[in-house]
């Protein structure tokens, strides 16, 4: 006979299943923990599975471990006790964690029941290289939180946390730091009002938006923007890079923040920006390309991002300053989030705190790998919950960020998406939250998951919409595969679905602020790469009328419209299509291609600007699209032409009618019956007029067109 898997199922139960059922006798299993024998209460045989009852409380300090002879034993499993209520509501604390500086004292506190031990160690050096002997405070515990004042002025020191945890010694940084040494290994003992840019206690958000449709977002890299020789960056790649003001090209046309400037987008988002792990980018000699989506600090600003990695205080200054400058330039800025794993499964501040608690596990007790990075996240955990809501609103008030994308949010839970919903909006300004809401295989029950199918249960947050992504362009796994854009015919259904935010019926959103309209963005080729796949056949001014066509259409669908740095200047990475650690020749944006293709940017540059003086191609309720938006039914094949009616004081232009032609030669359209003013058409953009049409227009192939009437 062996015991085939045991598990703590309550602090005085354990159940576990047996090979060979027939074959054993009861009374010669023995359980022990922290050297003591657990007197067995009763046992009761459920299936397959055997439950014992145990007359005291298992320590979960240390193992628990059946025995039925001395060959025959199993170490019983915590995790199912450790995501029981019992559990959470027994040890669940909403204490603030972390360090907390002050003057004359700092006090520490971390939370790991499980932990033996914790003993405090404060450094001078944040360079582990550097030998060192650490000053040692044994920390105590009350219901598994550790904590010590040391009455000491312990600025800008460093400290790690010595965590003894079943038999095992893990030297670990504080999941709370809010600075660290070089590569994020020690915790900085930070004063934050040190840490703030002249002026940075009045830095407001620019009133950018009121509904999160009146957002347009602009994805880009901090390293990319501005570390291309042709740049004109002094800062190359660095936090610092992205405050140049006046930077220029080699034909002395604007770069960097000047250019994003005059584009007239409203949110920077951000790629990550929080410390990634110093094995994907080393911030000694950050030569390592990597876009970062490996979480080694939350809560801490990437260091080879940062002037000097070495001193805690300037990673945190000059994200602030670099958040301030570009809020005085009236743009807002979205962080990227990557809370659904992290960088090492076991090497991570998390598993040497609390082994098992932050991590979902399947059945077997081995962990779910929804994010297909080895790990992912447990947010559905009170203590994980709280983690990530901290850290948020961290970031929300601290650094004065206006909105977070997350990635994979699919894996988050719904109520945590929720709870951080409302928390944000106590902070009084439109902070957006959106995310990837891709249904992944966690062991998270899908009707939890915060992914596009429960989007009702979320209605406040918003999603990546790869309906309109994949309709416009094809499908992004098949390479060859076009869309809408690029001359696959029959998707006049599907484009109206996205002209109206993809909201029901035939969509899955139930307001259009849940849809994030985006053809691409860095994960897989750029827009050009891929019309270089599907259209390498046609000249290039015919794929470049394809790209602005098909941008045309992102900011005139509703919802809000999302675009990748460069795809309005044709931007390429020669083909790479997952580029996260391609050097930067791929990766960088190279500014003197937006100079060639300037004519095309100048064209998305005044349709950003009719969308962002007509309110109706920013309605925000369901209902609004309802009753303002129509479909014109008499249009040719690979047409679709809609009108919105407003009579909203607001606006201007009493019928809008927009017009997609996606065929390659003109088509006539008969027009409702109205006196209409053409102001876009596929060359020009002019809000005086180009023409005034009755009766019928002619479309150019490939183009969109825009009229009104008063
Ligand atoms: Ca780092």
């Known amino acids: 006979m062996n015991i085939i898997k045991?598990?703590?199922?309550?602090?005085?139960?354990?159940?576990?299943?047996?090979?060979?059922?027939?074959?054993?006798?009861?009374?010669?299993?023995?359980?022990?923990?922290?050297?003591?024998?657990?007197?067995?209460?009763?046992?009761?045989?459920?299936?397959?599975?055997i439950i014992f009852t145990l007359e005291a409380t298992i320590d979960i300090k240390y193992d628990c471990i059946l025995f039925y002879d001395e060959n025959i034993y199993s170490k019983c499993n915590y995790l199912k006790l450790f995501s029981s209520k019992e559990f959470n509501d027994k040890f669940y604390t909403d204490e603030k964690l972390g360090a907390i500086y002050n003057k004359n004292f700092t006090q520490f506190k971390l939370w790991s029941p499980v932990a033996e031990k914790v003993t405090l160690l404060i450094y001078n050096n944040g360079d582990i290289t550097e030998p060192e002997k650490p000053k040692r405070f044994p920390m105590d515990c009350k219901n598994g939180l550790f904590n010590i004042t040391v009455y000491e002025d312990l600025k800008n020191k460093f400290y790690t946390y010595e965590v003894k945890v079943y038999e095992q010694i893990n030297e670990t940084i504080d999941p709370y730091a809010i600075s660290c040494g070089i590569n994020g290994q020690r915790g900085a003992i930070v004063d934050l009002s040190d840490t703030n840019p002249d002026g940075f206690e009045n830095d407001i958000s620019p009133k950018t938006i009121n509904n999160f449709t009146d957002a347009i977002i602009y994805e880009m890299s901090i390293r990319d923007i501005t570390k291309n020789p042709n740049s004109g960056a002094f800062h190359k790649g660095k936090f610092l890079g992205l405050c140049e003001e006046n930077t220029k090209s080699t034909i002395k046309e604007p770069t960097g923040l000047d250019y994003i400037k005059n584009l007239g987008i409203t949110h920077l988002q951000?790629?990550?920006?929080?410390?990634?792990s110093y094995k994907s980018t080393d911030e000694r000699n950050p030569i390592d390309y990597n876009w970062g989506y490996d979480p080694q600090n939350y809560n801490i600003p990437e260091g080879s991002y940062s002037t000097d990695p070495y001193t805690p205080i300037t990673r945190i200054r000059e994200l602030k300053e670099m958040i301030q400058t570009v809020h005085k330039n009236g743009i807002s800025i979205n962080m990227d989030v990557v809370y659904n794993h992290m960088y090492g499964e076991k090497d991570n501040c998390f598993e040497k705190v609390f082994p098992g608690y932050y991590f979902r596990h399947i059945e077997d007790g081995t962990l779910s790998n929804g994010s297909m990075c080895g790990n992912e996240t447990a947010s559905e955990m009170p203590m994980m919950r709280k983690f990530i809501i901290d850290s948020v609103l961290y970031w929300a008030k601290e650094y004065h960020l206006d909105g977070f994308r997350f990635d994979l949010m699919g894996l988050h839970d719904i109520q945590t998406m929720n709870i951080l919903r409302n928390e944000?909006?106590?902070?009084?300004?439109?902070?957006?939250?959106?995310?990837?809401?891709?249904?992944?295989?966690?062991?998270?029950?899908?009707?939890?998951?915060?992914?596009?199918?429960?989007?009702?249960?979320?209605?406040?947050?918003?999603?990546?919409?790869?309906?309109?992504?994949?309709?416009?362009?094809?499908?992004?796994?098949?390479?060859?595969?076009?869309?809408?854009?690029?001359?696959?015919?029959?998707?006049?259904?599907?484009?109206?679905?996205?002209?109206?935010?993809?909201?029901?019926?035939?969509?899955?959103?139930?307001?259009?602020i849940q849809s994030i309209n985006y053809i691409t963005c860095h994960d897989n080729n750029t827009l050009w790469d891929k019309l270089i796949l599907t259209n390498g056949f046609e000249p290039e001014d015919v794929r470049i009328e394809r790209q602005k066509f098909?941008?045309?259409?992102?900011?005139?669908?509703?919802?809000?419209?999302?675009?990748?740095?460069?795809?309005?200047?044709?931007?390429?990475?020669?083909?790479?299509?997952?580029?996260?650690?391609?050097?930067?020749?791929?990766?960088?944006?190279?500014?003197?291609?937006?100079?060639?293709?300037?004519?095309?940017?100048?064209?998305?540059?005044?349709?950003?600007?009719?969308?962002?003086?007509?309110?109706?191609?920013r309605l925000s309720t369901l209902e609004e699209i309802t009753n303002k938006l129509q479909f014109l039914l008499d249009v040719p094949r690979n047409v679709v032409a809609f009108t919105i009616k407003n009579d909203d004081k607001l606006e201007a232009w009493k019928n809008i009618l927009v017009i997609y032609n996606a065929n390659r030669n003109a088509v006539k359209i008969n027009l409702p019956n109205l006196k209409w003013n053409l102001v876009v058409d596929k060359y020009i953009i002019d809000e005086n007029t180009i023409e005034t049409c009755t009766n019928n227009y002619t479309a150019e192939g490939i183009s969109i067109s825009i009229l009104y009437s008063v």
Not at 10 to 38: C, G, Q, Y
Not at 486 to 512: Q, Y
Not at 588 to 616: C, E, G, M
């Open 6 to 49: 045991s598990s703590v199922t309550s602090f005085n139960s354990i159940e576990f299943i047996v090979d060979d059922f027939d074959h054993f006798i009861f009374a010669n299993f023995i359980v022990k923990n922290n050297n003591k024998i657990l007197k067995i209460k009763s046992s009761k045989v459920n299936i397959n599975k």
């Open 270 to 276: 951000i790629m990550p920006m929080f410390d990634f």
């Open 424 to 512: 944000l909006y106590k902070l009084n300004r439109p902070i957006m939250m959106y995310g990837e809401g891709w249904d992944l295989p966690s062991s998270l029950p899908s009707e939890l998951r915060a992914s596009k199918n429960n989007a009702e249960k979320i209605p406040e947050i918003g999603f990546f919409n790869d309906r309109i992504r994949d309709v416009l362009k094809g499908n992004v796994f098949q390479k060859s595969d076009q869309g809408y854009i690029s001359g696959k015919e029959n998707l006049e259904n599907e484009i109206r679905i996205c002209v109206r935010g993809s909201i029901k019926n035939d969509g899955s959103f139930v307001s259009p």
């Open 550 to 617: 098909s941008l045309g259409i992102i900011l005139t669908c509703q919802g809000i419209p999302f675009f990748q740095n460069g795809m309005e200047f044709l931007r390429s990475k020669q083909g790479i299509e997952n580029s996260y650690n391609s050097p930067d020749s791929i990766n960088s944006v190279d500014w003197d291609v937006k100079d060639k293709y300037i004519f095309v940017t100048d064209y998305i540059k005044n349709l950003i600007k009719i969308r962002k003086k007509h309110p109706s191609f």
